[in-house]
């Protein structure tokens, strides 16, 4: 018995200083990918989801519960995106550091002013978020504002290091602010053309470049497409025509694919996230893709 | 306030003008207006632009206020109430009518409702969940029937301790085994398997404590350990000091790429009964009743394996579970006399889940008991002791609206009395109302 507790203690003792580095769990690629702009070789960064999953339906998988463990800090899309699990993996992780209050406990939402903020909570209204929508980073501006917070929650996890997040960020922030203009030139022609959506996860996107939204194809955020709700997007399409339908890579195409074909617009695989499409590595690499799509589309 | 300055301007511009009456004067002090009127108009718009410019910083500031303290917060004392969900289960049940329902070869553990046919609203759960305080939070689950209302969890977890540890106190639902701490809401088929049903009538839970520790490796590797009262079945409750019930466990799991992730575990429970009274049959066929006072010790084994393509479990997933049981009860059985009681049984099952389309799933279940080794010592004389390997094959489908509500249709062969093959239909809902809960994987 003495040797097994032997063992325990000098297993712990040989992995606790082989990681020096700041342990981040990111919930989603996004800002996974931004605390990695941001830290560098500073950061072990681990991401818990990918751009094929659909981040309200993740489980809380052992390995997600090993890897909250051992995090420093938990960087989550927050206003309850990950509310079906990720409360779940904190709690069970047995890592105070990192529980919702702590300073290991990073909610980007909180930085933004936020879309479609229901004035009523009522599930009839489908699987609405009383914070808002949650998909705040297709708008760049948003990726600016949570990642001045981060620096600064970098730096205080972090002190020592603190200088190393600073000019992180700052090189980060020049080159990110010269994409902003690059990418408002390209996408102008994008102002005003209107577009239908399968979940409301473009909100930001569209609200920052200026495209109108006229339709979701669920009938409700949450509930899949239905034949009639889509046949009234159809019929609607004559008095009010929309220009292409989107998705994200997690999204089926079944439904978009069907408007496409019935209508003749085209149906945008749109890549959301970093690791949506072999284009989007990065960040950059995210919005240039996403710009080029919707430009596509458009022609 | 700029428009009064301009005629201000203009009221003083014009009476000097009188002053000089002079036509030449004239033009060059209108002149002078115009001018000062442009002037004043180029820093009226650039006010006008500064106070736009403020109002919209100010409009994207407000959101990370109102973040600190959002709308909710200042409704009053009501603010802090905890999170509030209640579940609705009901069934339409026909199956043959069994007065006494139990699965033979195995001392009955009493199973509630088992022979409840026809149109039942079941059990309607109430949920209350909050943190306390940064410390710890707590959760109460209370399952209400006609007449009732049972605790079926009441306890509190710890936040803060860290270092991978985990302490919970109070009414829990025990960690051994796989399905034990799944609430029947959360089950894939209607009612609970076999083995669960002759190990603890339905789920293990007692009053206690539970310790469990997280280990830091990149492999999910965790332990656990509890201490409780142990006055549910297999052990009964006992009026003494100190603990009735203590259960160890370990659970190892990981993902295999991004489509598959898996657990194993393996779970001791040991419990004492003192007088734990059942039903048995003596050679004349008539009942008699026999009490057991020992010890009773449950090895459990689980494996859970789930599929879903690109780990995307929304359209498609796939799960499958399997768990095996063998428990051994060492001690006395009184009926008219004291005699050895020995038994060593086992049993298992085995069941996929498969969703197909968002709404859409169906599953199989298969399940076995082997009533083993019953040494019934002296007693052996006088009453039946069964041998026999009770079986049961269930299939479902189940369609969910949306997350919240839940539709299945069941259908089982259930030959767990032996001579009796009784096939089973179950119509079942669930309803989810309030709180977005998480369900363990």
């Known amino acids: 018995m003495r040797q097994l507790f032997t063992l325990i203690f000098l297993l712990v003792v040989a992995v606790l200083p082989a990681h020096a580095d700041l342990r981040v769990f990111a919930t989603v690629p996004e800002w996974g990918a931004l605390v990695r702009e941001i830290g560098g070789d500073k950061v072990q960064v681990y991401v818990a989801t990918s751009a094929l999953q659909d981040p309200h339906r993740i489980e809380a998988r052992p390995s997600l519960l090993a890897q909250a463990r051992q995090a420093n800090l938990v960087v989550a899309a927050g206003a309850e995106l990950e509310v079906g699990w990720l409360p779940l993996v904190l709690r069970d992780s047995g890592n105070a550091a990192i529980q919702p209050g702590q300073p290991g406990n990073f909610s980007a939402a909180t930085y933004v002013s936020r879309l479609e903020v229901p004035s009523v909570l009522d599930r009839a209204n489908g699987d609405v978020h009383a914070a808002g929508n949650p998909h705040i980073h297709l708008d760049p501006r948003n990726v600016l504002k949570v990642g001045e917070a981060l620096t600064a929650r970098l730096a205080e996890l972090d002190p020592a290091q603190a200088a190393a997040y600073r000019n992180g960020f700052k090189t980060f922030s020049g080159k990110w602010q010269a994409a902003i203009v690059r990418w408002e030139k390209e996408a102008a022609p994008l102002r005003g053309v209107p577009v239908l959506v399968h979940h409301s996860s473009f909100v930001y996107l569209a609200n920052w470049l200026g495209i109108k939204e006229v339709g979701t194809l669920e009938p409700k955020p949450g509930i899949e497409p239905t034949s009639n709700h889509l046949m009234a997007l159809l019929s609607r399409q004559q008095t009010q025509p929309a220009r292409m339908v989107l998705r994200t890579a997690y999204q089926q195409d079944?439904?978009?694919?069907?408007?496409?074909?019935?209508?003749?617009?085209?149906?945008?695989?749109?890549?959301?996230?970093?690791?949506?499409?072999?284009?989007?590595?990065?960040?950059?690499?995210?919005?240039?893709?996403t710009v080029q799509r919707l430009l596509k589309g458009l022609r | 306030m700029q428009k009064s300055l301009v005629i201000a301007a203009l009221l003083t511009a014009s009476c000097a003008a009188q002053a000089v009456g002079n036509d030449a004067d004239l033009v060059a002090i209108r002149a002078q207006i115009d001018d000062m009127k442009k002037n004043y108009e180029q820093r009226i718009a650039a006010l006008e632009e500064k106070l736009v410019q403020a109002e919209a910083r100010t409009a994207q500031a407000q959101p990370v206020v109102v973040e600190t303290a959002p709308p909710q917060a200042s409704a009053g004392a009501n603010s802090f109430n905890p999170e509030v969900s209640l579940i609705l289960q009901g069934k339409l049940r026909q199956m043959k009518d069994v007065p006494s329902r139990g699965i033979t070869g195995f001392f009955p553990a009493g199973v509630e409702g088992a022979n409840k046919r026809g149109f039942s609203a079941d059990e309607t759960?109430?949920?209350?969940?909050?943190?306390?305080?940064?410390?710890?939070?707590?959760?109460?689950?209370?399952?209400?029937?006609?007449g009732q209302a049972n605790i079926e969890e009441a306890w509190f977890q710890s936040l803060a301790i860290g270092h991978g540890i985990g302490l919970k106190a109070g009414r829990f639902r025990s960690g051994i085994g796989y399905l034990n701490e799944q609430h029947p809401h959360a089950r894939d088929f209607a009612d609970a398997p076999l083995m669960y049903q002759a190990m603890f009538g339905d789920s293990y839970s007692q009053d206690g404590v539970q310790l469990k520790w997280l280990a830091p490796t990149p492999l999910f590797v965790e332990f656990g350990g509890e201490l409780g009262r142990g006055a549910n079945f297999p052990g009964t409750d006992r009026n003494r000091n100190g603990a009735g019930g203590s259960a160890l466990y370990v659970h190892v799991g990981d993902d295999l790429g991004f489509s598959n992730s898996w657990r194993v575990g393996l779970s001791w429970l040991k419990t004492r009964a003192s007088d734990r009274t059942a039903d048995f049959t003596d050679l004349g066929g008539a009942t008699v009743?026999?009490?057991?006072?020992?010890?009773?010790?449950?090895?459990?084994?689980?494996?859970?394996?789930?599929?879903?393509?690109?780990?995307?479990?929304?359209?498609?997933?796939?799960?499958?579970q399997s768990e095996y049981f063998s428990r051994e009860e060492k001690g006395l059985l009184t009926v008219t006399d004291e005699s050895a009681y020995r038994t060593r049984q086992s049993g298992w099952y085995a069941q996929g889940v498969y969703q197909f389309t968002p709404e859409w799933r169906a599953g199989l279940r298969y399940e076995q008991l082997d009533s083993g080794k019953r040494d019934f010592g002296a007693n052996a004389a006088g009453l039946v002791v069964d041998s026999y390997r009770p079986k049961k094959a269930s299939a479902m489908v189940d369609y969910s609206w949306s997350e919240f509500s839940r539709l299945r249709l069941q259908y089982a062969q259930d030959k767990s009395m032996a001579g009796i093959t009784d096939n089973q239909w179950t119509l079942q809902y669930i309803m989810s109302l309030g709180a977005h809960g998480a369900h363990k994987f």
């Open chain 1, 254 to 289: 079944g439904p978009s694919q069907w408007i496409a074909g019935k209508t003749g617009i085209p149906a945008v695989m749109l890549p959301y996230t970093v690791g949506g499409t072999p284009e989007a590595k990065d960040l950059f690499g995210l919005f240039d893709d």
């Open chain 2, 125 to 146: 759960e109430l949920v209350l969940a909050a943190n306390v305080d940064p410390y710890w939070r707590g959760q109460a689950i209370v399952a209400m029937a006609d």
């Open chain 2, 289 to 320: 009743q026999g009490a057991f006072t020992g010890d009773s010790t449950t090895w459990l084994a689980d494996f859970v394996w789930k599929w879903a393509p690109n780990g995307n479990p929304k359209y498609q997933n796939l799960k499958f």
